[in-house]
């Protein structure tokens, strides 16, 4: 592994050995990294993985990468900080492992940041198994924005273009363009940017850690841009925990994101609103029960 590489990919491990084995072997069979080694770096950061992720990744690669072991669970977040402060590089970009990197994704973003030196992040086009395009670029939100994406009224004709996300819906993709936020499982960004913002808010155990990130930079005047030209491919739901479990840090971390960056008294009101639609929803069924009584002579 090279002592001074220019960029260094992280992966943030948890009991999912062959998964991490298959991201890594991405990482070395990309040209660019065959090409120019000096050039690229990677760290596995372990969160206390029970199924031997960590021998077993330093067993396949030897000296090839770093394997730092945090010992226990520190989520998504707190496990990338560990390893910028293990790896000093001017880059770096974050790859899930349940994720596989497609010839040029490290080149091209290498040459995306040479050309923005106002970009503070970066997201890579992110395809799924069957090479259709994940949507991996969101908009902040607002407070109407929340309330329609977290409920079916979102996607009523009327409303839908008032939803969270709904400008980039039509959008294939295809362009580099300035963006509000990128997912994590495949983002690249400055070393610069890091310090800035002082790396990940590690109250995220898990989800909205990014978009918390892109919420700092934007403030910092840092520029977050999609990048097509860098290709991942991404599972998705490849993490060892429950779907259960995934939905419960979902939902941990946009309570914790809306509070942080709204107020108590923003996320407060959304939750009360979500709630009252439910009201609606009850008056004709309660109206039309009361009809049929009536009807039925009861």
């Known amino acids: 592994m090279s002592a001074a590489p220019e960029l260094c990919v992280v992966v943030v491990t948890w009991n999912d050995a062959a998964r991490a084995a298959a991201a890594i072997d991405s990482f070395f069979d990309l040209p660019e990294v065959r090409n120019r080694p000096e050039r690229y770096a990677l760290i596995v950061s372990d969160n206390g993985s029970r199924d031997g992720t960590a021998q077993s990744l330093r067993t396949r690669y030897g000296d090839r990468i770093a394997v730092l072991e945090n010992g226990a669970n520190l989520g998504f977040g707190a496990g990338c900080n560990r390893a910028f402060a293990r790896v000093d590089a001017p880059y770096y970009f974050l790859l899930n492992p349940d994720a596989l990197l497609r010839p ?91 310090r800035h913002l002082e790396g990940f808010d590690e109250r995220f155990f898990l989800y909205q850690e990014e978009v918390d990130l892109c919420k700092r930079a934007a403030g910092a005047g840092l520029q977050t841009w999609f990048v097509p030209s860098s290709v991942v491919q991404h599972e998705g739901m490849g993490s060892a925990i429950s779907r259960a479990a995934v939905e419960r840090h979902k939902r941990a971390g946009r309570r914790r994101y809306w509070i942080k960056h709204h107020g108590r008294l923003w996320y407060y009101a959304l939750c009360t609103a979500l709630v009252a639609r439910y009201a609606l929803y009850a008056a004709p069924l309660a109206g039309g029960a009361l009809l049929l009584r009536h009807a039925l002579g009861r």
């Open 104 to 194: 040029g994704a490290l080149d091209s973003m290498l040459d995306f940041f040479a050309r923005h030196p106002e970009a503070g992040i970066a997201g890579s086009r992110v395809l799924n198994l069957d090479g259709t395009v994940q949507e991996s670029c969101g908009e902040f939100d607002t407070w109407l924005g929340a309330f329609l994406r977290s409920s079916a009224w979102g996607e009523l004709p009327p409303l839908r273009r008032y939803a969270n996300g709904h400008a980039l819906r039509a959008w294939n993709y295809g362009d580099e363009r300035r963006v509000d936020i990128v997912i994590g499982a495949a983002l690249a960004l400055r070393r610069s940017t890091i």
